[in-house]
Nanobody, 122 residues
């Protein structure tokens, strides 16, 4: 069993910054990927940023140069530093963690956090 806890959302003015964090806990043997997705009302959930076990990162074009994803492997934690926020960044942000259960090195998990609201005012 793996659980994710997210924090860091809130209200911010355009141009401001927020830092989201997500910590995974439970029966984790190895994490292979961590990322952030967001969903605005009436829209599909979309990828924001991901990082893999090798340290590679991938960003949506809309956030490149403004957002930075990072991780602390020893704490099973992933962060999303969000700078120069725009009203169009307003959404519920979800953490995603993929990996292998400690009970079996070949049993995979794909867990999602509860979501945290980010609202950017103009």
């Amino acid at each position: 069993q793996v659980q994710l806890v997210e924090s860091g959302g809130g209200l911010v003015q355009a141009g401001g910054s927020l830092r989201l964090s997500c910590t995974a806990s439970g029966s984790i043997f190895r994490i292979v990927g961590m990322g952030w997705y967001r969903q605005a009302p009436g829209k599909q959930r979309e990828l924001v940023a991901t990082t893999n076990a090798g340290g590679g990162t991938n960003y949506a074009d809309s956030v490149k140069g403004r957002f930075t994803i990072s991780r602390i492997d020893t704490k099973n934690t992933v962060y999303l530093q969000m700078n120069s926020l725009k009203p169009e960044d307003t959404a519920v942000y979800y953490c995603n963690v993929r990996g292998y259960y400690s009970s079996s090195a070949f049993m995979t998990f794909d867990e999602w956090g509860q979501g945290t609201q980010v609202t950017v005012s103009s």
